[in-house]
């Protein structure tokens, strides 16, 4: 199989970086199966422990509707609580399973 360095974007810092043959052979061997995300610079980063960029996102709280930002990208069908909502909703017992109540006995007729 023939391969041909190519130019990759840094999902970082968005810097072009050249995912060379050499590197795709390697990934080939080893079964990767996806290109490299992050340039040399950035990888050596978060190696040492750089601090992680977090997607900052702009929603409103499910459950009282105030405006605020959440280190996270919301999944499609799932509430998104502020700080304070989830703290309550924490701190508050959960609900008991729904228990079938005894059956009530029926009167024989006679």
């Known amino acids: 199989m023939e391969f041909a360095d190519r130019v990759l974007k840094c999902c970082d810092c968005g810097a072009e970086f050249v995912f060379t043959a050499g590197e795709q052979l390697f990934f080939h061997d080893k079964q990767f199966k996806n290109d490299p995300k992050h340039c040399k610079q950035c990888k050596a980063k978060r190696v040492r422990g750089g601090t992680r960029v977090r997607p900052e996102t702009r929603t409103n709280c499910s459950q ?47």
Do not use: Y
Not at 75 to 95: E, M, N, Y
């Open 64 to 110: 009282c509707g105030e405006a605020k930002t959440v280190p996270f990208k919301p999944t499609q069908g799932r509430p998104v609580l502020c700080r304070s909502c989830f703290q309550q909703q924490q701190g508050r017992p959960k609900p008991a399973p729904d228990i079938m109540p005894e059956p009530v006995p029926i009167p024989e007729p006679g």
